[in-house]
Nanobody, 123 residues
C-alpha cells in the first residue's frame, strides 16, 4: 500500500493549491479516503472525507466552502482543491485510507499515511 501526496508549496493568503494523493498497491475503489493535516505543535486533524464512490463528502468546519475533496477511481487518485487559503491552513497534509469503523474524523480510522505534503500560507 502506498499513498503519495503532492502539490503542496508556499503560497500567499487568498491563493489556491490543489493537492493530489496517488494510491497504489490496493483496490482503491473499495476504500473511503480522507485528508488530514498536522500543523506545527499540533496533532493531526481531520480535514475532508470522501466515500469510495464519491457520493458522500464531509469537511472540517473551518474549511467548508473553501476546500473541495474529490477522487478519480480510474486514476486511483484523491484530490483536495484548496481555495482562499489562510495562514492557519499551514500544515503538512496527509491522505489516509479508511480501515476501521472509528468515526471518519478520527485518525485511528486510517493508516498508511504516506509522507505528506507541506502547505505554507504566508500572510
Amino acid at each position: 500500500v502506498q499513498l503519495q501526496a503532492s502539490g503542496g508549496g508556499l503560497i500567499e493568503a487568498g491563493g489556491s493549491l490543489r493537492l493530489s494523493c496517488a494510491a497504489s498497491g490496493f483496490y482503491f475503489y473499495n476504500y473511503d479516503m480522507a485528508w488530514f493535516r498536522r500543523a506545527p505543535g499540533k496533532e493531526r486533524e481531520f480535514v475532508a472525507y470522501i466515500s469510495w464512490d464519491g457520493n458522500r463528502v464531509y469537511y472540517l468546519e473551518a474549511v467548508k466552502g473553501r476546500f473541495t475533496i474529490s477522487r478519480d477511481n480510474a486514476k486511483t487518485t484523491v484530490f483536495l482543491q484548496m481555495n482562499s487559503l489562510k495562514p492557519e491552513d499551514t500544515a503538512v497534509y496527509f491522505c489516509g485510507r479508511r480501515e476501521t469503523n472509528h468515526d471518519y474524523t478520527d485518525r485511528r480510522a486510517y493508516s498508511n499515511w504516506g509522507q505528506g505534503t507541506q502547505v505554507t500560507v504566508s500572510s
